[in-house]
Structures are given as C-alpha cells and as structure tokens.
C-alpha cells in the first residue's frame, strides 16, 4: 500500500529529532530512548526522514500489499 517508513537501524537512534523536524505529516515522535513511528497510516513516503538522518536509522520502503 505505498511505500512507508520503517527503523531499519534503530538501535543506531540518537533521539536527536531531525527527521521529526521534516515529516510534513508527523509520523514521528521522540520515544524515551529513540524515535518512534506513532502513525504509519499517515505516512506518504516522501523520504524526507530518511535523506536527513545523519545516522541511517530510518528507511522508506514498499509495503507489500495483502
């Protein structure tokens, strides 16, 4: 159904807030220890978290419909 962010390194999270900054539908949030996905649905897959991260956390990818 689109393509949708995923943490594909999430251990690698700095919580630094970047790529909340720039996600134009507020995808993201800052977790306790990293960011977190609070709504895939409203993702558009628009890369801009992924092209920001300076530490290649986050990753946008097809989903696979079922």
Known sequence: RGDRVKL????WCK??????SVCP???LIKGRDRVKIDDLEKCI??????LICPD?????????EN
């Open 15 to 20: 919580n630094c807030g970047i790529c909340i």
């Open 25 to 27: 539908t507020n995808v």
């Open 45 to 50: 897959g628009c890369q801009n978290c992924e």
């Open 56 to 64: 290649f956390v986050l990753k946008v990818v097809t989903q696979d």
């Open 8 to 11: 594909e390194n999430a251990d």
